[in-house]
């Protein structure tokens, strides 16, 4: 079960958000006799259980927080990470363009700090599935742990090592690619994916894309896309509505092709 | 079932994308014995039926077409629409925000043609839950043949008639508004979704946004985000790389909150 | 004298802008006895000298236009063209990061229809000099008519001739070019340009970005920039404010670079 | 004499921009025997006098130092301020849009620090003239040193005082206003802009627009023009070519229009 199965009320071992001053955010699991303990006070966890959520708490030195369930967005963005994460602004384009939702099997390289892995793991519910494949013995771990703290774990695949030499999988419904050089595996995805299906990768820079485009052609991906996502928040004041000062310019170039059994060439 | 449920090859009741020149997309669903018409010539089911997805097939006049799994943003953008329908770059970011996925009973007010419901029908998946209500009749039966289409329509419960009365849910884990005049509703919002949960709305205009925002605070909506999402696409040639000549400059301002107790009175 | 030397009302010689319906520009010259021709209907030259700027005028058919001094903007958009022309958007961020004045010689290649070329030789005064190289002869004359339709030939050198082999400039103030292979002339920009001058540039793709920016390095500019320039028009509807539909998404990187005396090998 | 009448050779009187590690800029003003001094170490003037321009200086320290000519935006964007200065992008934009160059009377208030009055009256030459309003004196006096540091004080007319009731000057070329409250001010300008003239703003949020758009029309201003200009920078890494990681989201909208006899009813 997933961390998002909520009641009404907080209750035991559940996922908490508590948002403090300046939309500061905790996460923390509800455990009976347990203490929250930050530089503005502490709060017990037992006045936080049987409490419906979105309630004002104090804690002892008189600074207030509330409840709150936490959403995905939230979640992915304060995974634990020792790496660039990817954003909610990507992910949830990725996850429209890809159709990730409940019953696919999706697979990623590479897994990080597990930032994608928890949305997609999110997203494609019990029936469905994840694997990820990550070299780095360290980040392999982090997202493991990042993983099991929101109750995803078990719908996750965590592998480590390098797929110079292949994925196992096969007949995948999506591959995602989070590498510095995706251009090295494209033959080793298409062997993986069902054809027909999606391949995504978030590049940082435009030598990538252009070192990758030709890669995806002469392995038969095609209908290729290339995008970049930009968020532009506004400062939610009813008399004074404007942009914040400062905005994210840059995350990735997002790079979308299909696989299909010869090259089109056409239009 | 969704749409989205496969196998290696196409089979009969399959959902296809037929991707032709220019990236021209058709959508039909598979049947012994029919014939798929269009002005590049016929193609016979029984010609697509058992073949790998991802293969060329051929018009009797010669122009080629992929068969294609339609992803959900190919679904959402094609779909039959008598108003402005979301984009994926907008239906993304909301589902990464409220976070809607499997098993999440969602409110919708209101349905237009339905591109927003399809979206959320397929994330909450089969123990999930969509609730959408439109006051314009026409708008409501197209948005039922839309769902019903893609296999997703008994996932969602389509209600006619206006909501200035209150739904008549209770607990619903989050609501998305697309209605001109949002701030007629947040009070019957507030009695109709979860404390703590998610309240999301695309506002064309800023008039919206500054005659909306004041009415959240007062029905004790906290953590306020108002924001634009903008997509740019690039070439997909790897010799001149660049974005496109024009863009989409604006679908909608989207604003999010989150039912809270007491408005906070801090920070 | 440049075309923007007005008094409070249009005179014989003036030239004019009419802004008809739909915000359609029309650009003439007025000449005592001559006739405006267009499809919106006639107007006599004679009943616009002598009438203030501002004044709405009606043709014989009915049609409303307002007499108008043209803006730099206006010009530069409207210039006959046979190739791409620069946006006012760039061109203004050029003249800013570059200095373009009044006194300044600045160098360009290649002319192209003279749009870059107009907004110079406007900037620079008369005391200042614009020298443009370009190598196809059709484009030479296209650009010699639009300037001097303006009223600006007398501030600008035109020259017939690829460049490959040198300019004849020495120690002019800036040099911009808008070629397709930048990079085969840092060279001869180098002995043109005086030490601590600014060059610029603007290029359609980024593989010309990475192509040239080496050469730069090697020819010792220094305090690079390269930047984009978007502009997004918003509807003036006061009571529905929002962005057009559609934008232009694209129209070239600049780069900017300042000859130094030696690579700064620093920060 | 502006500050950018230059030779090849840096001279006594020069004004020059020492640029050193991390672009970090110092604006000083040649002086026969002076010494400039920074954290990173001392320069004699005498060193840089006679020294052709783009020559590399080390300090006693040896720190390095590139010896600049300073570009209109470098001026701009470090003139000394006590408030939000205006950004080159949107200067460049705005002296397009409403034709300031050499000859022209443009007319502005606020004067803020000076910004914008440096570069209209870097613009205009000898020939043309501008006209700022300031109420504060604090800023009036802080504008005139900054606009006499760059010889720049002889075309501008700083003026202290409100303009509630009206501006001295009449048949104007161009206004701009940078006020809080611009839709106080537009009787006054139409009184003071030619027929057919400019009016521009920049207004940082949308309920000042929705504010001003109704008295532009009363006061019979027409062709409005509501936009925002966004600059993108990118890291000048052939080799990684990508946008930097954050960028100014907002400085504000710009609003223009042109004055005529009467409304258009049109279009």
Redesign the interface.
């Known amino acids: 079960m997933?961390w998002?199965?909520?009641d009404?009320i907080a209750r035991d071992g559940d996922m908490v958000q508590l948002?403090?001053?300046?939309?500061k955010s905790h996460f923390i699991r509800l455990k009976t006799g347990a203490i929250f303990q930050t530089h503005r006070g502490e709060l017990q966890h037992d006045a936080m259980i049987g409490k419906?959520?979105?309630?004002?708490l104090v804690s002892h030195t008189g600074n207030?927080f509330?409840?709150?369930?936490?959403?995905?967005?939230d979640i992915?963005t304060e995974i634990k990470r020792n790496t660039q994460i990817m954003y909610?602004?990507d992910?949830?384009?990725?996850?429209?363009?890809?159709?990730i939702?409940?019953?696919?099997h999706v697979l990623e390289a590479g897994t990080g700090s597990g930032a994608l892995t928890t949305?997609f793991a999110?997203?494609?519910?019990?029936?469905g599935k994840v694997t990820s494949y990550e070299q780095r013995e360290q980040m392999h771990n982090l997202a493991r742990n990042n993983l099991r703290r929101v109750d995803l774990l078990d719908r996750v695949d965590l592998k480590l090592g390098d797929v110079l030499d292949g994925f196992e999988e096969r007949?995948v419904?999506a591959v995602f690619l989070d590498l510095p050089n995706p251009y090295d595996y494209i033959p080793q995805v298409k062997a993986s994916l069902?054809?027909?299906?999606?391949l995504g990768m978030i590049l940082?820079?435009?030598?990538q894309?252009?070192?990758t485009?030709?890669v995806l052609m002469e392995n038969?991906f095609?209908?290729?896309?290339?995008?970049?996502?930009?968020?532009?928040?506004?400062?939610?004041?009813?008399?004074?509505?404007?942009?914040?000062?400062?905005?994210?310019?840059?995350t990735g170039?997002l790079?979308f092709g299909?696989?299909?059994?010869?090259t089109?060439v056409?239009?």
Request: aromatic fraction near 10%; glycine fraction near 10%.
């Open positions: 997933a998002n199965n909520y009404v948002l403090g001053k300046r939309h419906p959520w979105g309630s004002r207030p509330f409840l709150m369930r936490p959403g995905l967005s992915i909610p602004k992910i949830g384009y990725i996850v429209m363009v890809m159709g939702g409940p019953g696919v949305a999110f997203l494609v519910g019990d029936t007949d419904d069902k054809l027909g299906g999606f940082p820079t435009t030598n894309i252009t070192r485009l030709p038969n095609a209908f290729i896309e290339v995008c970049e996502i930009m968020l532009r928040y506004y400062k939610p004041d009813w008399e004074r509505l404007r942009p914040t000062d400062r905005m994210v310019a840059h170039y790079v299909r696989s299909v059994m010869e089109p056409m239009d």
